[in-house]
C-alpha cells in the first residue's frame, strides 16, 4: 500500500489548479481512491429501516454523484447488543446483503466507493441488553452495560468478522470499524471505563487487544482486496483517557493487524469539551492527528470541523494528513467536492456546524436533514423539478426563508424578483454572525448572495414593496417572507423607552452600544448568543468590523485562536500530550463585562437550547461570569439600572448601565393580503412572518423550499 506522503502532488496533466493536493489520486495498492476527500460516518435514520433503503440509496447516490472518492455509512450493528437504539441497522442476514446491494450499486455508478461502518456502542447503547469492558453507566445511556465475558468478546469478534464479510458480499469496498467517540472498542481502550484485570485490561497492551483481534479477524474473513479503515480516538478528553504514547501504541498495532486507512476520532460523546460545535475553531484537532501520522505508514486522515477547501488543501499540503474526512458538510452541499474541483469554493453551501437538523435529529429519533439544505436525506420527496411554465414571483424579504424560496424558485426556472427593504441580505443571519464562535453564518449569506446572482435572481435592496407595487407588477406568484422584529417592552414595562434599553438588533447591528454593566431581559437562544457576545474577550467587536465589513459578503471576522480555544476548554496545547485523554486545567476567563441574564419563568436558564449545542452555550456564560437570574418579574428600569422582584417577592436594583431586551419576536404580515383581497396572484406565507414563536432558521430555510417546489 502506498500514499502520498509529500508535501507537493506529482504534477500531471490533471493536477487540479485549484486544490492540488484534495485532488491528487491515492494508491491503496488494490485500488484507487480519485481523490482525498471522504463523507464521514453520520446516522441519517435511514439505514435503520429496510424500506428506507431506496431513500438511503438516493441520498448517497447525489454524493456519488457529487465528486466525492469514499462516504462510510452510518453505524451499523455487529449484533443486537451493539445496537445504538432497538432495532438498529444490521449486516447479519442475506435479507440485509440484498437491502444493502441497493445502496452499493447506486454508489458505484458514479465511480465512488462505499464503506459500511461496524459501531457497536457498548454501553452507548439505548436498550437493556447493553455491555461493556467493565460494568460502569456512562451519563448519556439510563441503561448500566453487562460487563463483558471473555466468551462474549470472543464471539463480539466473530460477529465483527461475519458483518464485514457480508459487507463485502453486499457490494462494499470496505469497512470501517468504530474505535473512537467512547463506543464499544474506545471502552476497552481507554483506563475510563476499562477496568478489568484478565487479558483485555490492565495496560494497553491488554487494552487494546480486543480492537486487534477485531482487525485481524476482518482482514481474515474479508481478504487483502479490501478496505479496513479503523477509526481511532486520537484524543479522548476524558478523565482516565489515553495519553498520546498510548494512541500511537494502538495505532501502530492496529496497522500491523491489517488496517488500510487510519481514521481520526476526536473526544468521547460524554466529553465535557466541544469538539464539532460552530464555536470550535476550524481544524483546533489536526495536530493530533499529524502526531499520529508520523508514527504510522498506512494513509492517516483528518477530521473534525473542516467545512471549506482551503482548510482541507492545507491540512494535506502540510503533510498534517494525507486525505479529509467531513460529514455535515456533504448533508450542507452534496457538490461540494466538484464545485471545489472547479474551483467554484464560493457557491458551496458550508455546512455552518449549528448541528439543529443533523445530531439534534438522531438524539431526537427524527430523520437527519440539513439546516442549510432541506434536501438532504429527502433526495426522493424534495424534488427541485423544472417548472413546466415559467411564472413570474415575487419574493419579500430578503432573510434565509426569502432567500431559500428565491433560490429554489430559480433553480426551477421561475423569473423571480427579490425585494429586501434593508442595503443587506441575509436578515437575522446578520445578528447571528457576529457573535463570537458563530463565524460560519457569514458563509450561509456569501452562499445565497451568490447562488441569486448566478441563477439570474433580480434583487432589489433597499426597496420597500406596497400593495399597490405589487399589484401593477403582475406577479402570478407572491411569497411574503416579511420575517420578525423584536418585541419590544415599550408601552409595556416602565422605562423599556430610555436611551440606555436597547433591542438585540439594535446592538448586533452596532446601531447602539452598551455599557460595562447589562441587564439582558430574555434567556432564550438569543439571550444565550448576546451574553456571549457581550462577555466574550475574543472576536472582533462591531467597532472593529465596522458599518461596511457586515455588508461585505467577503469579509470573515477572525475567529478566535486554536491556542485560545483549548486554553479556555482544558485541552492541552501539547501535541505529545502527558495529560490523561489531553485534558489540562481551564484558563480562567476575565469577562469584559459584568452580565446578568435573566427569565420570568422559574428552573434552569437555557433548558430549551439545544441538545447537542445547549451544554456548550450554558458552560460558555457560566465560565464568562454571567449572573443568571430566573422567576424575576420585571418592574421597571430607571437611570438607576432595572428594578426586579426576585422569586422571593422581594423588591431588587440590579444597578446596570444598559438593557439588551431578547424577548422573542413579532411576525411582520401587513403585506398578506386577506383571503379573496388578491385576485391577480397567489399569495404565500413563510419563515417568521408565518410563525414568529419558535421562529428557527431551519423551519425558514425549508418553509421557503417547500413554497417553491409548489409553484
Ligand atoms: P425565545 O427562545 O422565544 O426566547 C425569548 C425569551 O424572552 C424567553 O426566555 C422568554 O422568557 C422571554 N420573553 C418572552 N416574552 C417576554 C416579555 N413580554 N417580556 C419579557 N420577557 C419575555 O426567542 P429568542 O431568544 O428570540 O430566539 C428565537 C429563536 O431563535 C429560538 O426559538 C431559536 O430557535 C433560535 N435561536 C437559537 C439559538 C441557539 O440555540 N443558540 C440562538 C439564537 C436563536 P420568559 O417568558 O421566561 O421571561
Ligand atoms: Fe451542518 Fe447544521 Fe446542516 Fe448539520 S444542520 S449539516 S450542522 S449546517
Given at each position: 500500500m502506498t500514499a502520498s506522503r509529500t508535501a507537493a502532488p506529482i504534477e500531471t496533466a490533471t493536477t487540479n489548479e485549484h486544490y492540488p493536493h484534495l485532488f491528487e489520486p491515492l494508491d491503496l495498492g488494490f485500488t484507487t481512491l480519485k481523490n482525498r476527500l471522504v463523507m464521514g460516518s453520520m446516522h441519517t435514520g435511514l439505514e435503520d429501516r429496510f424500506y428506507n433503503y431506496g431513500k438511503l440509496a438516493a441520498y448517497f447516490e447525489e454524493r456519488a454523484k457529487g465528486g466525492v472518492a469514499m462516504m462510510i455509512t452510518g453505524g451499523i450493528s455487529p449484533n443486537r447488543e451493539g445496537w445504538l437504539l432497538p432495532a438498529g441497522g444490521t449486516?447479519?442476514?442475506?435479507?440485509?446483503?440484498?437491502?444493502?446491494?441497493?445502496?452499493t450499486r447506486a454508489v458505484h455508478k458514479h465511480d465512488s466507493k462505499l464503506i459500511m461502518q461496524i459501531?457497536?456502542?457498548?454501553?452507548?447503547?439505548?436498550?437493556?441488553f447493553v455491555l461493556s469492558s467493565s460494568p460502569i453507566k456512562s451519563p448519556i445511556s439510563p441503561f448500566k452495560p453487562r460487563k463483558m465475558s471473555i466468551k462474549n468478546i470472543e464471539q463480539t469478534v466473530k460477529d465483527y468478522a461475519r458483518s464485514a464479510k457480508l459487507a463485502k458480499q453486499a457490494g462494499y469496498d470496505g469497512v470501517e470499524i468504530m474505535g473512537s467517540e467512547g463506543y464499544l472498542l474506545n471502552q476497552f481502550l481507554s483506563r475510563h471505563v476499562n477496568k478489568r484485570k484478565d487479558i483485555y485490561g490492565?495496560?494497553?497492551?491488554?487494552?487494546?487487544?480486543?480492537?486487534?483481534?477485531v482487525v485481524k479477524a476482518v482482514r481474515a474473513a474479508a481478504g487483502e482486496d479490501f478496505i479496513i479503515l479503523f477509526r481511532l480516538s486520537v484524543i479522548d478528553l476524558v478523565k482516565d483517557g489515553n495519553v498520546m504514547d498510548e494512541v500511537i501504541t494502538v495505532a501502530k498495532a492496529l496497522e500491523e493487524a491489517g488496517v488500510t486507512i487510519m481514521n481520526t476520532g476526536i473526544g468521547w460523546h460524554e466529553a465535557r469539551v466541544p469538539t464539532i460545535v460552530t464555536s470550535v475553531p476550524r481544524a483546533a484537532f489536526v495536530d493530533f492527528?499529524?502526531?499520529?501520522?508520523?508514527?504510522?505508514?498506512?494513509?492517516?486522515?483528518?477530521?473534525?470541523?473542516?467545512?471549506m477547501p482551503e482548510t482541507a488543501e492545507e491540512i494535506v499540503a502540510n503533510g498534517q494528513a494525507d486525505m479529509i474526512q467531513m460529514a455535515r458538510p456533504f448533508l450542507a452541499?452534496?457538490?461540494?467536492?466538484?464545485?471545489?474541483?472547479?474551483?467554484?469554493?464560493?457557491?458551496?453551501?458550508?455546512?455552518?456546524?449549528c448541528n439543529q437538523a443533523c445530531l439534534d435529529?438522531?438524539?431526537?429519533?427524527?430523520?437527519?436533514?440539513?439546516l442549510v439544505n432541506p434536501q438532504a436525506c429527502y433526495e426522493t420527496e424534495l424534488v427541485y423539478k423544472k417548472a413546466k411554465k415559467p411564472k413570474k414571483v415575487a419574493v419579500i424579504g430578503g432573510g434565509v426563508a426569502g432567500?431559500?424560496?428565491?433560490?429554489?424558485?430559480?433553480?426551477?426556472?421561475h423569473e423571480v424578483t427579490l425585494f429586501e427593504a434593508k442595503d443587506v441580505l441575509g436578515g437575522q443571519f446578520n445578528y447571528a454572525k457576529v457573535i463570537p464562535g458563530k463565524e460560519e453564518f457569514f458563509e450561509t449569506i456569501r452562499y445565497y448572495i451568490n447562488e441569486l446572482e448566478h441563477l439570474g435572481v433580480d434583487v432589489k435592496l433597499n426597496t420597500k414593496v406596497d400593495k399597490d407595487m405589487l399589484e401593477k407588477a403582475k406577479f402570478h406568484h407572491v411569497i411574503v417572507a416579511t420575517g420578525v422584529v423584536p418585541r419590544s417592552l415599550a408601552g409595556k414595562l416602565e422605562g423599556a423607552d430610555l436611551p440606555q434599553v436597547m433591542s438585540y438588533a439594535e446592538l448586533l447591528s452596532g446601531e447602539k452600544s452598551v455599557g460595562n454593566t447589562v441587564a439582558v431581559i430574555g434567556a432564550g437562544g438569543i439571550g444565550f448568543d448576546v451574553s456571549e457576545y457581550l462577555t466574550a474577550n475574543h472576536g472582533k467587536s462591531l467597532d472593529e468590523i465596522g458599518p461596511d465589513g457586515l455588508k461585505d459578503p467577503s469579509y470573515r471576522p477572525e475567529p478566535q485562536s486554536i491556542s485560545e480555544w483549548r486554553e479556555e476548554w482544558g485541552v492541552t496545547n501539547e501535541v505529545d500530550y502527558q495529560s490523561e485523554g489531553g485534558l489540562v486545567k481551564p484558563e480562567a476567563i476575565k469577562p469584559i463585562r459584568q452580565v446578568y441574564l435573566m427569565q420570568r419563568s422559574k428552573g434552569r436558564l437555557g433548558s430549551g437550547l439545544n441538545k447537542t449545542s445547549g451544554w456548550v452555550h450554558r458552560a460558555h456564560i457560566k465560565s464568562h461570569g454571567v449572573i443568571q437570574v430566573a422567576g424575576v418579574q420585571y418592574d421597571k428600569i430607571t437611570n438607576e439600572g432595572i428594578w426586579v422582584t426576585n422569586g422571593q417577592g422581594q423588591s431588587q436594583l440590579l444597578r446596570v448601565d444598559s438593557v439588551v431586551v431578547c424577548a422573542g419576536q413579532e411576525s411582520v404580515?401587513?403585506?398578506?393580503?386577506?383571503?379573496?383581497?388578491?385576485?391577480?396572484?397567489?399569495?404565500?406565507?413563510i419563515g417568521g412572518a408565518k410563525l414568529a414563536a419558535e421562529l428557527d432558521a431551519k423551519r425558514a430555510i425549508r418553509d421557503g423550499a417547500e413554497v417553491a417546489v409548489q409553484i
Open positions: 449486516m447479519n442476514t442475506k435479507a440485509d446483503v440484498i437491502n444493502h446491494q441497493r445502496v459501531l457497536h456502542s457498548g454501553r452507548y447503547g439505548y436498550h437493556p490492565g495496560d494497553i497492551e491488554g487494552r487494546m487487544k480486543f480492537a486487534v483481534d492527528t499529524a502526531e499520529i501520522k508520523k508514527h504510522i505508514n498506512i494513509p492517516m486522515m483528518a477530521a473534525n470541523r473542516i467545512n452541499d452534496a457538490h461540494w467536492v466538484n464545485k471545489a474541483k472547479n474551483g467554484q469554493t464560493d457557491r458551496i453551501n458550508t455546512c455552518i456546524a435529529h438522531t438524539f431526537e429519533n427524527k430523520r437527519s436533514t440539513c432567500m431559500s424560496a428565491a433560490h429554489v424558485a430559480a433553480l426551477r426556472g404580515v401587513e403585506l398578506m393580503p386577506n383571503v379573496g383581497d388578491a385576485p391577480d396572484a397567489q399569495y404565500h406565507l
